[in-house]
T-cell receptor, first 114, second 116 residues
Framework: NAGVTQTPKFQVLKTGQSMTLQCAQD?????MYWYRQDPGMGLRLIYY???????DKGEVPNGYNVSRLNKREFSLRLESAAPSQTSVYFCASTRTLTTNEKLFFGSGTQLSVL | AQTVTQSQPEMSVQEAETVTLSCTYD???????LFWYKQPPSRQMILVIRQEAYKQQNATENRFSVNFQKAAKSFSLKISDSQLGDAAMYFCAYRSVTGTASKLTFGTGTRLQVTL
């Protein structure tokens, strides 16, 4: 099984450019998440989707939008990239929102905004 | 909101020795889950061990065990017989069991070095 697939793995943007990070899972999970990881900050939740058709803000949603396209796919969009959005982005999924099961993570996207 | 604190940015252990990584958390809930994740240089997040708050027995997974002190809101990870492959960032995480608060909250991580 592929698990959670993120694309692209690396991206360089100029300030003001837009882009969409793609995420897909093949485990029939209901809940999906976008995290960003910055040095000394750990992983912080940007947005999450408890189930298909719903999305909610996490800890650091400003500057981002998300779309839960279907049960498999959950995309993260930067409308006007800023240097402060330079980070590693992780998509993750779980069977449900309240499970004690582990999160399945993608391999991350290294984003640099110049 | 729940918070997770890892007060040790870096730790070092000699191969075959034992090391303990600290984690404390703040919550008003009585039932929740706690996790330790490992992130090697490959960036892949790997679940190491998990603990359910209503279980008094400390979880163990081979060389990894936890010391869960619910009253003190402490959840430390002990790695026994440390191996070079244990070198990584380790993240403590908290997960509520109720409604919309049920997202995973991570600590800031502890970088573990393993020396010969």
């Amino acid at each position: 099984n592929a698990g959670v697939t993120q694309t692209p793995k690396f991206q360089v943007l100029k300030t003001g450019q837009s882009m969409t990070l793609q995420c897909a899972q093949d485990m029939n999970h209901n809940s999906m998440y976008w995290y960003r990881q910055d040095p000394g900050m750990g992983l912080r939740l940007i947005y999450y989707s408890a189930s298909e058709g719903t999305t909610d803000k996490g800890e650091v949603p400003n500057g981002y939008n998300v779309s839960r396209l279907n049960k498999r796919e959950f995309s993260l969009r930067l409308e006007s990239a800023a240097p402060s959005q330079t980070s590693v982005y992780f998509c993750a999924s779980t069977r449900t929102l309240t499970t004690n099961e582990k999160l399945f993570f993608g391999s991350g996207t290294q984003l640099s905004v110049l | 909101a729940q918070t997770v604190t890892q007060s040790q940015p870096e730790m070092s252990v000699q191969e075959a020795e034992t090391v303990t990584l600290s984690c404390t958390y703040d919550t008003s809930e009585s039932d929740y889950y706690l996790f330790w994740y490992k992130q090697p240089p490959s960036r892949q997040m790997i679940l190491v061990i998990r603990q359910e708050a209503y279980k008094q027995q400390n979880a163990t997974e081979n060389r990894f065990s936890v010391n869960f002190q619910k009253a003190a809101k402490s959840f430390s990870l002990k790695i026994s017989d440390s191996q070079l492959g244990d070198a990584a960032m380790y993240f403590c995480a908290y997960r509520s069991v109720t409604g919309t608060a049920s997202k995973l909250t991570f600590g800031t991580g502890t970088r573990l070095q393993v020396t010969l």
